[in-house]
């Protein structure tokens, strides 16, 4: 079984138009065998007739159809398979009257059995013919969808590339602000983020990785953003579900959550609230964060989320398209996002 295979893989091109060819013999061998009630003889005028309908057939998909393709002219297309079909009927005519030990002349040639010659080749060419615009149909669509593959995965590429350069600037920041306000907390400030780099740089190169190991990036970030603002962050974190069932475009929640503090502010009473909760089910992953709004209004750009969530939103549109549901909400006082996906 493993040699026929190897044999046809091999030898599949030929196998092919070998198989092609005799149901051109067989075919019309049968018709006309069982018309004239001589199978045999039949056959035999099939296998006559067999190298003018291969030459005009090869000729036609081989040499007129490429021409086409190139110029697109159709007059001269047009023109060109017609002067091939009827050379070679009329080289199936002579021929088989030659076989037959009848004379060649112009009368004898042309006629209805002419005519039945030249749509019998015309049929066998017009088979071959769909069959090679079909194949090359589905060759264009292929190399069409390979290409916007590799162009999806160039863009998400070049969308991981300025994600790293946007957190690695905004936790400078954060470490920043802590050098500034409270010195003691620097150094654990340091540890946090150097956690929080590892993490970015050596565990978050795939195209997803489980869902713990985001959810832990997540918590090595707040407990960073606790040092920083101290008594004056509320925050709820809740996750409940089998979070190590799933896996995740890495940093694709974390950017929402990063989100909630960079763009965020405190309220009246001073207090910087925000709520994170993750729900997961085999089907379903529902991810909600919630941030109270500074009470300075933020320029346009700033308060659509910025780099970073757009960035997600191309992301998510490339990785889970027809599989997710993201829903931002501004009330004026809180920044809710809403994210759900469904499970592959």
């Not at 002579?94 to 002349?105: A, P, Q, Y």
């Not at 060419?125 to 969808?145: D, L, M």
Request: net charge positive; charged share 20%.
């Amino acid at each position: 079984m493993k040699i026929l295979r190897k044999i046809f893989t091999r030898y599949r091109r030929f196998l092919t138009h070998l198989l092609f060819w005799a149901f051109y013999v067989l075919f019309f061998g049968s018709v006309y065998g069982k018309y004239g009630q001589n199978f045999q003889w039949y056959f035999l005028e099939s296998l006559c007739m067999l190298p003018f309908v291969m030459a005009a057939t090869y000729t036609t998909v081989y040499g007129i159809l490429p021409f086409y393709l190139r110029t697109r002219k159709l007059v001269v297309t047009v023109l060109l398979v017609v002067t091939v079909l009827l050379f070679a009927t009329l080289g199936e005519r002579v021929f088989l009257r030659l076989i037959n030990g009848l004379s060649v002349t112009s009368g004898s040639i042309l006629g209805v059995t002419f005519l039945y010659l030249f749509l019998e080749t015309n049929f066998m060419v017009a088979i071959a013919f769909a069959i090679k615009i079909v194949k090359k149909w589905f060759g264009q669509q292929t190399e069409k969808h390979e290409m916007e593959k590799q162009n999806l995965k160039k863009e998400l590429h070049l969308l991981k590339a300025q994600l790293q350069p946007h957190f690695l600037f905004n936790t400078m920041n954060n470490l920043y602000s802590l050098s500034v306000t409270e010195s003691a907390k620097t150094s654990e400030g340091i540890a946090q983020m150097a956690a929080l780099l590892q993490t970015v740089l050596y565990e978050c190169n795939e195209s997803e990785i489980p869902l713990e190991k985001e959810v832990k990036l997540i918590e090595n970030y707040v407990e960073l953003e606790r040092l920083r603002y101290g008594a004056e962050l509320n925050l709820r974190f809740k996750i409940k579900g089998p979070v190590e069932k799933w896996e995740i475009a890495p940093m694709l929640l974390f950017t929402f959550v990063e989100n909630c503090f960079k763009h965020g502010g405190g309220e009246k009473n001073g207090k910087f609230e925000i709520g994170i909760s993750l729900f997961v089910s085999n089907e379903n992953l529902l991810f909600r964060t919630e941030n109270s709004l500074p009470a300075q209004k933020q320029p346009k750009e700033t308060a659509t989320g910025g780099v970073g969530v757009c960035n997600a939103k191309k992301r998510l549109e490339i990785l889970y398209k027809n599989r997710y549901r993201l829903g931002i909400k501004d009330d004026g006082e809180t920044w809710n996002v809403s994210l759900e996906l469904e499970a592959k």
